[in-house]
């Protein structure tokens, strides 16, 4: 799995968008882009995948540049309950090892 | 409701016992996994199974053992565990379909207290 590195901690208000980056400059070119959501005592959750350009579903967007050795996670009008870790993880479908890493730990305040 | 079912949700055991832990889906995937999540900490992957080989672990004490006898069912059978082993025990599966999908879904978590 290619190695990954996100911020440890984003702290943001109600209503505001928040925008989280994950490097990966060891991806390969079959890698897709995961990204999870935990809250506490409970199991990850998928939120969206990618491989390039931009995803939107209806909880977040995906931006992937060109050379694709980073992502961002833009989660729109956050609430108090999007207060959670969230996971980039980075790997295809013979990688599946599912390794990860600390996550960026997002804090929404009222 | 993710798909993956884990039993028992709250297990306390002395470190003399030993428990199974149980991970069910039904969801046609091939890989299956066991995670520990300390509190406060990351998940630490433990196995990793995948069309019912183990294909991953972690260094982990053999005092955690699991089992895998179909894609669809996973144990993880704890025998004279230490305080030091109390967690969450998360399971997961995902599809290994080659096209690039890694989508993991988790189970509830068995909360693991060791007296």
């Known amino acids: 799995l290619a190695k990954t590195t996100q911020p440890i901690s984003m702290d943001s208000y109600e209503g505001q968008e928040v925008n989280i980056t994950c490097s990966h400059n060891?991806?390969?070119?079959?890698?897709?882009i995961t990204w999870y959501q935990q809250f506490p005592s409970q199991g990850p959750r998928f939120i969206i995948q990618?491989?390039?350009t931009k995803v939107t579903n209806e909880v977040a967007s995906l931006f992937i540049p060109a050379d694709r050795k980073s992502s961002t996670l833009s989660l729109p009008r956050v609430s108090l309950s999007d207060t959670a870790v969230y996971y980039c993880?980075?790997?295809?479908?013979?990688?599946?090892?599912?390794?990860f890493g600390a996550g960026t730990t997002v804090t929404v305040r009222a | 409701e993710t798909g993956v079912t884990q039993t028992p949700r709250h297990l306390v055991m002395g470190m003399t016992n030993k428990k199974s832990l149980k991970c069910e889906q039904h969801?046609?995937?091939?890989?299956m996994y066991w995670y520990k999540q300390s509190a406060k900490k990351p998940l630490e992957l433990m196995f990793v199974?995948?069309?019912?080989?183990?294909?991953e672990n972690n260094s982990v004490p053999s005092r955690f053992s699991p089992e895998c006898p179909n894609s669809s069912h996973l144990f993880l059978h704890l025998h004279t565990l230490q305080p030091e082993d109390s967690a969450l025990y998360l399971c997961?599966?995902?599809?290994?379909?080659?096209?690039?999908?890694?989508?993991?879904?988790f189970g509830q978590g068995t909360r693991l207290t060791v007296v």
């Open positions: 997961a599966s995902s599809p290994t379909t080659g096209d690039g999908n890694t989508e993991a879904f």
């Open positions: 060891n991806i390969a070119t079959n890698d897709y």
């Open positions: 990618g491989y390039k």
């Open positions: 993880l980075v790997g295809d479908a013979n990688d599946y090892k599912l390794s």
């Open positions: 969801l046609g995937h091939n890989a």
């Open positions: 199974y995948n069309f019912k080989e183990q294909t």
